[in-house]
């Protein structure tokens, strides 16, 4: 993205937490994302790109963590200096802006990284469900008797994510 273009910004859809939680365990499905699997070969396979950005190119991009293009282009920043787990968390959070948002690149935007508006908590409730289904999740809870960090470790998610999702699910 050179820095002279820009996209309006994304709006909410104004979707309740569980039409958004029902949509990306569809698309996780739909694009064969697997429990703590590899998300940039989602990413590429979508057409998208992921940029690591340094904290001067961070500090630069903070209206643009993700800039759709088209349908099947758009461009994610992610900083290099992040841990693996919040990455993870960041790129499915980004891939909730492109396909709530952009609806799949039919909307040129671009979505801020920070801001406590509805349309980041849509982001951010796409990416809990996407990346924590709620069966899988309910499974994986028994599984480990309730302890959080084994749950976490399971789907390859921070422990405060993990514990987001639970009380979301319970
Ligand atoms: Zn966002």
């Known amino acids: 993205m050179s820095s ?8 909410a859809l104004n979707l309740s937490k569980q039409d958004v939680f029902k949509k990306a365990e569809q698309i996780a499905m739909e694009l064969g994302y697997s429990i703590a699997g590899d ?25 643009a963590s993700i800039v759709v293009h088209a349908p099947d282009n ?4 992610i900083s290099n200096f992040t841990g693996f787990l919040r990455n993870r968390f960041s790129i499915a959070h980004e891939l909730g802006h492109y396909f709530l948002h952009s609806n799949r690149g039919e909307k040129q935007i671009q979505a ?4 406590s508006d509805k349309c980041e908590w849509e982001a951010n409730w ?3 469900a996407f990346l924590m289904p709620n069966d899988k999740f309910k499974e994986i809870h028994k599984k480990y008797s309730g ?5 976490a470790a399971h789907f390859l ?10 009380q979301s699910i319970n």
């Open 39 to 63: 998300l940039s070969t989602i990413v590429t396979k979508l057409g998208g790109s992921i940029e690591y950005v340094n904290l001067e190119k961070w500090y630069k991009t903070q209206d």
């Open 74 to 77: 758009f461009q994610i920043y």
């Open 112 to 115: 801020a990284r920070s801001g």
């Open 126 to 128: 796409f990416a809990a």
């Open 157 to 166: 998610v921070s422990r405060k994510a993990a514990d987001v999702r639970y």
């Open 4 to 11: 002279e273009q820009s996209y309006p910004k994304a709006n």
């Open 147 to 151: 302890d959080m960090d084994f749950v």
